[in-house]
């Protein structure tokens, strides 16, 4: 029996979250809890926003055998030049890695969160700019631990059809992207496909 297991284990590793900051590390401790999520989210996968950081989560990650699910702002690498360099070295790098799955937003995560309460298919420039359109439907929205660390604002994310809402969206943005348009963007909705097929 325990040999099977580890052989299931093998196979179907568990998701592993790696972000860039405390805003993706909470939101996604909330969603394991609420959502009942099969994946794992340790703070030493999470802290400095730089891609370089990033890839060497994933490198440990993947050596263990593990699978990472890299989530990060893209505004960044719009920025900073040498940024945007290391971001598409690490994307080439994993390119056809099955164990990596990309899920950035430009210009962040906020991004969406936002589109759990609206259609924005404008190009936000910044976090911030995104930032004042949630705080229409959650007035105490704030990117400081302390309101991050209070489940309630992903419980609002998750209500009625809202996270359905923001998958379709967000593929709508997608199709927009691939066309060429100027416009911001979530792949998000990637790693929570992946986590409701799985929990």
Not at 123 to 139: A, H, P, R
Request: with cysteine; glycine share 4%.
């Amino acid at each position: 029996m325990a040999r099977k297991q580890a052989q299931k284990q093998l196979k179907d590793p568990t998701p592993i979250i790696v972000g860039a900051g405390i805003t993706e590390q909470w939101y996604f401790k909330h969603l394991q809890t609420l959502r009942k999520y099969r994946v794992k989210i340790r703070p030493r996968y999470f802290g400095r926003e730089n891609a370089f950081e990033l890839d060497k989560r994933v490198d440990i990650i993947l050596k263990d055998e593990g699978f990472a699910i890299v989530v990060f702002d893209a505004d960044v690498s719009l920025r900073n030049d040498k940024e945007r360099q290391m971001v598409e070295r690490m994307k080439n790098k994993y390119a056809n890695n099955k164990g990596v799955l990309f899920c950035d937003s430009l210009p962040s995560i906020e991004y969406w969160f936002l589109l759990h309460y609206k259609e924005a298919g404008r190009l936000f420039k910044t976090s911030n700019e995104v930032v004042e359109e949630i705080k229409e439907y959650n007035s105490q929205f704030d990117k400081s631990e302390k309101f991050l660390k209070n489940d309630s604002w992903v419980r609002q994310l998750c209500e009625g059809e809202r996270l359905k809402q923001a998958i379709e969206r967000c593929k709508q943005q997608e199709d927009k992207v691939n066309r060429g348009e100027s416009v911001s963007y979530s792949k998000v909705y990637k790693a929570i496909e992946l986590l409701e097929k799985n929990r």
